[in-house]
């Protein structure tokens, strides 16, 4: 009965829909196969191996992304990959694909708890079977078999042999380095001292997965609705008991969650190297002395990329009391110099208040405004605006959310004289944002937990000017992990 109809349906479709239809596999696979020979070839180049999904993650992998012709190669063959497994999968299959997205997560939050990666790696290359790991982590076995498997079956480890895993280039990146019995007697310092890339995945699968599974609800609740600060949030209602996420980290039983969560800021900005945060800006315009100041910086860790490079400009670190007790002991450990010669200092200090700081070059803005709704965006780079001077600039690194489909003309146009404003576009039949998930995920990461948006180039600059600043220039970093720089100057 399902097949006649869909027999008759398909009968119905004009020759033209038919046709384009049929195209688009071929070409969809031309991309992926002319791109792949491209790839082939960097990939004999030993400084710059292609990626293997069957060994651990070494950073050297991503090495070839460097190259902006073979980040766009990559990124052709994941936007044609995705677009045709879409094409080709049963429309139910495909949908459970995102339905069943939640278990996913499930699967993948219980694998970091239950400290699989580490066990994993202790294990070496053969792996371990299920009923060892569960010795050490002391889990069901049969439930955890249950979980890798389905996170082996999305690439996420490798079932080498029945109930025996290991560590693949995927699940290798949730290793945070540390010996498995340590982080089990002591939980809490798990991502203590690591990269926080753990830490991130860990903080997003907790607190922010748990409010997501309230979006609609939420978006029903007639007094959410009114709320415009970080109060608002399914994350705040649901878990922080009307708290909103600063306050309730700030709780001394929540403490291993600010930790987490600075650590977690880490892992974000490890996404970029620290090459890619100096790049970001030309630092070297900047005069001996200089004042940058890294506004709600967490614990520093981009300022502190910065200064690795420009150790000649001074550094202002504000937060909230939690976040800066964190930042002192980061610095101490990491650039004990700039500590001892003055070359950084901390200030408790909420950017919802009038800003202390005056003959500020640069006032540095990672990731804050995407934690807001447009109402309290403004008051931020109002403060900001109202301490600067006419020779300050605004940095702002942030996602650009960019379009589903492609720019109108005119639109392109409107952006010609602010150099890097436009958003580039994967070619036809690629989606034009080439599928890439990131800004999407890190947009309703800050709807669920902070209340906040990731923006358009277009929603950017309506808050910017709104608050007079002006965008000049935007800095755009090659590879789909891109975190990009605003850069302004006051009207
Ligand atoms: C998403 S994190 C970004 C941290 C850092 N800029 C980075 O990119 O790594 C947001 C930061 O804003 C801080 N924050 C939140 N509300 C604040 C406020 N009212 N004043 C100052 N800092 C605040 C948080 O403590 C947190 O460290």
Same mark, same amino acid.
């Given at each position: 009965?399902?097949?006649?109809?869909?027999?008759?349906?398909?009968?119905?479709?004009?020759?033209?829909?038919?046709?384009?239809a049929? /195209?688009?596999? =071929?070409?969809? +696979? !031309? $991309?992926?196969?002319?791109?792949?020979?491209?790839?082939?070839? #960097?990939g004999?180049?030993?400084?710059?191996?292609?990626?293997?999904?069957?060994?651990?993650?070494?950073?050297?992998t991503?090495?070839?992304?460097?190259?902006?012709?073979?980040?766009?190669?990559?990124?052709q063959?994941v936007?044609?990959?995705?677009?045709?497994?879409?094409?080709?999968s049963?429309p139910?299959?495909?949908?459970?694909h995102?339905?069943?997205?939640?278990?996913?997560?499930?699967?993948?939050?219980? /694998?970091?708890? =239950?400290?699989? +990666? !580490? $066990?994993?790696?202790?294990?070496?290359?053969?792996?371990?079977? #299920?009923?060892d790991?569960?010795k050490?982590?002391?889990?069901?076995?049969k439930?955890?078999?249950?979980?890798?498997?389905?996170?082996?079956t999305?690439?996420?480890?490798?079932e080498?042999?029945?109930?025996?895993?290991?560590n693949?280039?995927i699940s290798?990146?949730?290793d945070?380095?540390?010996?498995?019995?340590?982080?089990?007697a002591?939980p809490?310092?798990?991502y203590d001292?690591?990269?926080g890339?753990?830490?991130?995945?860990a903080?997003h699968?907790?607190?922010?997965t748990k409010?997501s599974?309230?979006?609609?609800e939420?978006?029903?609740?007639?007094?959410a609705?009114?709320?415009?600060?970080?109060?608002?949030?399914?994350?705040?209602?649901?878990l922080?008991?009307?708290?909103?996420?600063?306050?309730w980290?700030?709780?001394?039983d929540?403490?291993?969650r600010?930790k987490?969560f600075?650590?977690?800021?880490k892992?974000a900005?490890?996404?970029?190297?620290s090459e890619?945060?100096?790049?970001g800006?030309?630092w070297?315009k900047?005069?001996?002395?200089?004042?940058?100041?890294?506004?709600?910086?967490?614990?520093?860790f981009?300022a502190?990329s910065?200064?690795?490079g420009?150790?000649?400009l001074?550094y202002?670190?504000?937060?909230?009391?939690?976040?800066?007790?964190?930042?002192?002991?980061?610095?101490?450990?990491?650039?004990?110099?700039?500590?001892?010669?003055?070359?950084?200092?901390?200030e408790a200090?909420?950017?919802?208040e009038?800003?202390?700081?005056?003959?500020?070059?640069?006032?540095?803005v990672?990731?804050?405004?995407h934690?807001?709704?447009?109402?309290?965006?403004k008051?931020?780079l109002?403060?900001?605006?109202?301490?600067?001077t006419?020779k300050?600039v605004?940095?702002?690194?942030e996602?650009?959310?960019?379009?589903?489909?492609?720019?109108?003309?005119?639109e392109?146009?409107?952006?010609?004289?602010?150099?890097?404003?436009?958003?580039p576009?994967?070619?036809?039949?690629?989606?034009?944002?080439?599928g890439?998930?990131?800004?999407y995920?890190?947009?309703?990461?800050?709807?669920?937990?902070p209340?906040g948006?990731?923006?358009?180039y277009r929603?950017m600059?309506?808050l910017?000017?709104?608050?007079?600043?002006?965008?000049?220039?935007?800095?755009?970093?090659?590879?789909?992990?891109?975190?990009?720089?605003?850069?302004?100057?006051?009207?």
């Amino acid at each position: 009965m399902h097949a006649m109809m869909s027999l008759r349906a398909t009968s119905r479709l004009s020759p033209l829909i038919r046709y384009r239809a049929k /195209s688009n596999l =071929a070409v969809l +696979a !031309e $991309i992926i196969s002319k791109n792949a020979a491209n790839l082939e070839k #960097v990939g004999q180049n030993s400084s710059t191996p292609l990626p293997s999904i069957d060994e651990p993650f070494h950073p050297q992998t991503e090495a070839f992304r460097q190259d902006p012709a073979n980040a766009e190669a990559a990124a052709q063959i994941v936007a044609a990959s995705l677009q045709l497994a879409a094409t080709l999968s049963s429309p139910m299959e495909a949908l459970y694909h995102v339905a069943a997205g939640p278990f996913k997560g499930a699967a993948l939050r219980v /694998s970091i708890e =239950a400290n699989i +990666a !580490e $066990i994993l790696r202790e294990a070496g290359p053969g792996g371990l079977h #299920v009923n060892d790991i569960a010795k050490q982590n002391g889990q069901d076995p049969k439930k955890l078999a249950r979980f890798l498997r389905y996170l082996a079956t999305n690439h996420i480890f490798q079932e080498v042999e029945p109930d025996v895993f290991r560590n693949n280039r995927i699940s290798g990146l949730l290793d945070t380095g540390k010996d498995s019995k340590a982080i089990l007697a002591d939980p809490d310092a798990k991502y203590d001292g690591t990269t926080g890339v753990t830490a991130i995945v860990a903080h997003h699968l907790d607190e922010i997965t748990k409010g997501s599974v309230y979006a609609w609800e939420h978006l029903n609740d007639a007094e959410a609705k009114n709320i415009q600060d970080q109060r608002g949030s399914p994350m705040a209602k649901y878990l922080g008991k009307g708290k909103n996420q600063w306050e309730w980290f700030e709780q001394p039983d929540q403490l291993p969650r600010r930790k987490r969560f600075d650590m977690a800021m880490k892992g974000a900005a490890a996404l970029q190297s620290s090459e890619a945060i100096r790049a970001g800006f030309d630092w070297s315009k900047l005069t001996k002395g200089s004042i940058v100041v890294d506004v709600g910086g967490g614990i520093g860790f981009a300022a502190a990329s910065i200064a690795d490079g420009f150790p000649d400009l001074h550094y202002v670190v504000q937060d909230l009391p939690g976040a800066i007790a964190n930042a002192k002991e980061f610095w101490q450990e990491r650039n004990p110099k700039a500590v001892e010669k003055n070359g950084v200092t901390f200030e408790a200090h909420s950017f919802l208040e009038a800003q202390p700081k005056r003959d500020v070059s640069v006032f540095f803005v990672k990731h804050i405004v995407h934690g807001f709704t447009d109402t309290y965006c403004k008051q931020i780079l109002d403060h900001l605006r109202s301490a600067a001077t006419d020779k300050t600039v605004l940095v702002l690194p942030e996602f650009i959310v960019p379009h589903a489909c492609r720019l109108p003309e005119a639109e392109k146009q409107a952006r010609q004289n602010v150099p890097g404003s436009i958003d580039p576009e994967a070619p036809a039949p690629l989606l034009a944002n080439y599928g890439s998930q990131l800004a999407y995920g890190a947009d309703m990461a800050m709807m669920f937990g902070p209340n906040g948006q990731e923006r358009t180039y277009r929603e950017m600059d309506n808050l910017l000017t709104n608050s007079n600043w002006k965008i000049t220039k935007v800095h755009r970093q090659a590879g789909q992990m891109s975190v990009n720089f605003y850069e302004a100057v006051p009207v």
